[in-house]
């Protein structure tokens, strides 16, 4: 936090509607802190006041029924550690959580920090659209649940200096009919991804019911591909459709160019990905 020579006062608030009083009061001059890394490492030299959101409860992963609830501050370690997530869809989450930059960052980042600053490159964001989640936003007097694209409408950013995000809520999926997974694209273990991708599938049988599919570091931010469910939706279970499909994905993916690698590059990283999550699901 040496970085951060503006910063004229720090606030520990210790309820959510504290914390967005002080937000609103303070706008362009306030930021809330999650595990504050992207705070230290870019600072913006307007912020004058940090609101840090420690003292807020919110650093659980809860069983909820038939819901899993994760409060914004908890960091993806917590996630990892967290029982409710230990078989999460066989798992399959917690071993992505596991894989993501390295030990030092996992123990800081958070997974509001993630939704807040929406980093193109998050894994946190594309697992989260991937898994359908819902993100709970609140003034500390009424909470809205919204799925992450609504969360993600224009103007986002403006809209969380009138809210803070609260949690984030998953379904409990019945692994019996619905397979997940996600690939990333690094060039070495702790390298942030050239591209990722999640897929969810709910099966009927051998038959695709519905899917999602989400892509991001394309390098743009996370977005459902819908054309790609669309592609899904209906066909049986094949290693030919694992062939199909990862030739359509690589054909209408979205992706750019940037200093780190093409856009055909990430495009064919996307069927590749596409085609092996397939094949998976048929392993089950
Ligand atoms: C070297 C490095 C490598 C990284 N590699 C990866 C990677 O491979 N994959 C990956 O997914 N991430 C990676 N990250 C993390 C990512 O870039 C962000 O830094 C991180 O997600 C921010 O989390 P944070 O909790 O530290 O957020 P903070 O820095 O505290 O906050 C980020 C933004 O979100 C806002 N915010 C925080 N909490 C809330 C809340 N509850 N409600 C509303 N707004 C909030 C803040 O005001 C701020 O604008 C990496 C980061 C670094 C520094």
């Known amino acids: 936090m040496l970085k951060l020579k503006g910063v004229e006062e720090v606030y520990y608030p210790t309820s959510v509607k504290e914390a967005v009083d002080l937000l609103r009061k303070n706008k362009d001059v306030a930021e809330v802190v999650g595990g ?16 840090f959101l420690d003292k807020l409860n919110l650093n659980y992963v809860k069983d909820a029924g038939e819901k899993i609830k994760i409060g914004a501050m908890s960091s993806i370690t917590d996630m990892i550690n967290a029982e409710p997530l230990k078989d999460y869809l066989h798992g399959r989450v917690k071993e992505i ?5 390295t030990e030092l960052l996992r123990n800081q980042i958070t997974v509001g920090g993630s939704l807040g600053k929406r980093e193109p490159y998050s894994d946190i964001v594309t697992l989260l659209y991937g898994l359908n989640a819902k993100v709970v936003l609140s003034d500390g007097e009424w909470d809205e649940e919204l799925g992450i694209n609504d969360l993600y409408r224009e103007n986002f950013r403006k809209g969380l200096k009138e809210r803070i995000i609260k949690e984030v809520i998953l379904e409990k999926y019945d692994t019996g009919k619905f397979f997940f997974s996600m690939k990333r694209h690094i060039r070495n273990a702790t390298d942030i991804a050239l591209l990722n991708e999640a897929i969810l599938i709910e099966k009927d ?9 989400a892509v991001g570091a ?7 591909f819908r054309e790609a469910t669309e592609f899904l939706k209906g066909k049986e279970l094949s290693k030919e459709l694992a062939e199909e499909f990862g030739k359509f994905v690589e054909s209408n993916v979205e992706t750019g ?3 780190r690698t093409t856009a055909e590059y990430r495009a064919h990283i996307a069927g590749v990905f596409a085609k092996r999550i397939i094949l998976e699901s048929l392993e089950g």
């Open 36 to 51: 504050g890394l992207d705070i230290s490492v870019l600072p913006n030299p307007r912020i004058k006041y940090l609101i």
């Open 97 to 101: 959580l596991s894989e993501i930059a």
């Open 205 to 213: 049988g051998n038959k695709i019911k519905n899917a999602i599919v």
């Open 218 to 224: 394309r390098p743009k931010p996370a977005y459902l």
């Open 257 to 259: 160019t940037d200093i």
